[in-house]
C-alpha cells in the first residue's frame, strides 16, 4: 500500500525543495537534518493512508433560513 498521487506529489515537493536546500548548504547538520525530516515526513504519511483521522464536519446553520416569525399567535 502507497501513497496517493497528492500525498506522494507533496512528498516529491518536500524532496525537491530539500536536495535544493542540500545543493545550496555547506552543513553536514543540515543534511541529516533535511534527510531525518524526509524519513519523518514519509512515515507520517504512510501512517495516515494507513489511518486516515476523519474530518467530523458539523451542521452550522440551519436548513432553512427565513423571516417568518414562529409565534402560535395568528394576527389575522
Known sequence: MGL???LFALMMVAVIG???IIIFSFHFG???CLLLFN???YGALLQWVKKPFQFKVVQTFPKIISLKQLNPIDYV
Do not use: G, T
Open 18 to 20: 530539500s536536495l535544493l
Open 4 to 6: 496517493s498521487i497528492s
Open 39 to 41: 524519513a519523518l515526513l
Open 30 to 32: 543540515v543534511i541529516v
